[in-house]
Nanobody
Framework: QVQLVESGGGSVQAGGSLRLSCAASGSISSIGAMGWYRQAPGKQRELVARISRIGRTTYADSVKGRFTISRDNAKNTVNLQMNSLKAEDTAVYYC????????WGQGTQVTVSS
């Protein structure tokens, strides 16, 4: 069984920064993509950023130029550096990991006040 543990959420004023981290543990044979989704109240879960095993990145248009995703394959971790945060970034952020199955973290709240 694979477990994902997220950290780094919190509250910040608009224009501020936060860094999310996610560590995977358990029986992991071959990890593919890792990344982050988010879900705001009353909205569908949406992809924020993903990174392939070889480092290819994909970002939502709304976060391009502000967020940076990175991963450490040796440690099975993925990070999301979030700069210039906006009120509309407020959401629960979920880490994911893809192997032969998709695994999800428990979610971490990010609140940006304007």
């Amino acid at each position: 069984q694979v477990q994902l543990v997220e950290s780094g959420g919190g509250s910040v004023q608009a224009g501020g920064s936060l860094r999310l981290s996610c560590a995977a543990s358990g029986s992991i044979s071959s990890i593919g993509a890792m990344g982050w989704y988010r879900q705001a109240p009353g909205k569908q879960r949406e992809l924020v950023a993903r990174i392939s095993r070889i480092g290819r990145t994909t970002y939502a248009d709304s976060v391009k130029g502000r967020f940076t995703i990175s991963r450490d394959n040796a440690k099975n971790t993925v990070n999301l550096q979030m700069n210039s945060l906006k009120a509309e970034d407020t959401a629960v952020y979920y880490c994911f990991l893809s192997t032969d199955t998709d695994y999800w973290g428990q979610g971490t709240q990010v609140t940006v006040s304007s």
